[in-house]
């Protein structure tokens, strides 16, 4: 996949780190129920990823998305799909 920038992107990681792609990402949050009505703002990292041609093929083949989490515990995490505009 492709790194993109989303739209509404306010910061980039990675950029002075060669080694990275830099890396567009909408900084904001989203809010979570904890308890009984009790809500608290999460904050989010949001990036978009774009396929490729032989990677849209891979998934229209009953393909999957992997997502690799770095570390030894796993963030709550996000996938979905948006339209282009």
Known sequence: MKVIT???????IAEEQDEYTTLPVKVG?????LQDGVYEAIPTLTSAWRPTVDELLLLYRGGY???CVLGAKHPPVMLNVKPTS
């Open 6 to 12: 989303i739209p509404g992107a306010n910061f980039t």
């Open 29 to 33: 949050s989203v809010d979570v129920e």
């Open 65 to 67: 998305v992997e997502l």
